[in-house]
């Protein structure tokens, strides 16, 4: 099952501002008191852009006129938009969030998705990662953000819209009913102004009234924005992260670990979910490597990293595994470990014939062993990545740690 974030700054612009204000010596923080973002307090021209809770306490709205701000509010504050500003910040959360899981795909400046599925491993609960990775951004950058957790992009943009500032939210499938289908259709992610009258028109005022609609009547009156808001409404949505993935530079993973690991029984495991990864997101991609790097960072913030050629290329997740560990092998000095990369490079075409080694004598590279692999993946994508695992013991080979496949 994956789990996915959606990260959403709180009132980021405002916050942003605000943070730029007590830089300059400002006493007050904006976020504290009643505040907008947009126009200036002189001409009072222009529109909210952002603005603070206490000033949504006087019925406040983003986009609505400043100056209809200030009959809400005569003492409200207002800051001038500073849109170079926003994008350094922006530049400087994204990168943070990628220390963390490299899986991002950016939606606007203050938000975005993030593919948390191995992140989560590290911890009991996703929901306790997710808090994790909320703690570290206040911690490192003085504003907060929400998390949504779910299995999906829809749902997790839904969750994260639940309760502001400062919190993380789930909305997994279980939970559509109890947690989503009593808010307003207006709530519901591209339901907008106009779909909202036709569906009013319809008698449909909540999401639960409109995820037990028909679609087909639906679609009659909306099109196919009608069957999507349908979906919706029921939680589905199959859209991929639409990550960067620039493959001159290679497909790789990285992942700060929650607490720093000292023993290779420990940062083995690790290593082994890292090239699970690039093995699978290679195949996805249709190419296979003829490289790899592995990238250590320590406790200290000291790094290292080290690549070497494969004898031939490939996507199998346990090529890749070993010559990660024998890299990691050869590069760690010993020190506690904070966060782990294996990379794959040099790719070319999935489709390019397999040039055998004239010393492949290994099971685990064997043309048989080739035609196991994409059975199991045949199986695993007709029934689900659950249906087939694979089983690991530890063995001692002159003093090194490594970790012998068993398929069971």
Partial sequence: MSIIFHVDVNSAFLSWSALEELKKGEEVDLREVPSIVGGDQSTRHGVVLAKSLPARKYGIHTGEPVVNAFRKCPDLRTVAPDHETYRRYSRKLMSFLQEFISDLEPVSIDECYLDATEFSEGFETPVEAAAFLKDRVKETFGFTVNVGVSTNKLLAKMASDFEKPDK?????????????????????????????????????????????????????????????????????????????????????????????????????????????????????????????????????????????????????????????????????????????????????????????????????????????????????????????????????????????????
């Fill in 168 to 408: 993380v939210h789930t909305l997994f499938p279980e939970e559509i009913q109890k947690k989503m289908w009593k808010l307003s259709v207006r709530e519901l992610f591209m339901a907008g102004r106009a779909s909202t009258e036709v569906l009013k028109k319809l008698e449909i005022s909540t999401i639960g009234q409109l995820a037990q609609a028909d679609p087909v009547l639906l679609e009659s009156h909306l099109k196919s924005h009608g069957r999507r808001l349908w979906e919706f409404a029921n939680g589905v949505d199959t859209s991929p992260l639409q990550t960067e993935r620039q493959a001159a530079k290679g497909i790789g993973n990285s992942v700060t670990l929650p607490k720093d690991l000292k023993t290779q029984e420990e940062l083995f495991p690790v290593l082994l979910s890292l090239s699970r990864k690039v093995g699978k997101r290679l195949s996805g991609a249709g190419q296979k490597a003829l490289a790899l790097s592995v990238e250590i960072k320590y406790y200290n913030f000291e790094t290292s990293s080290h690549q070497k050629p494969l004898e031939t290329a490939t996507d199998d997740p346990m090529v890749l595994y070993k010559a990660a560990t024998e890299l990691f092998l050869e590069r760690w000095n010993g020190k506690p470990v904070r966060l782990l990369g294996v990379r794959s490079m040099k790719l070319v075409s999935g489709r390019e014939p397999r040039q055998m080694s004239l010393f492949e004598r290994e099971v685990w590279r064997s043309p048989q062993r080739e035609r196991l692999e994409k059975d199991m993946k045949k199986l695993q994508k007709t029934y689900g990545e659950q249906v087939l695992a694979k089983g690991f013991r530890r063995t001692g080979k002159r003093g090194e740690e490594i970790y012998e496949e068993r398929n069971r």
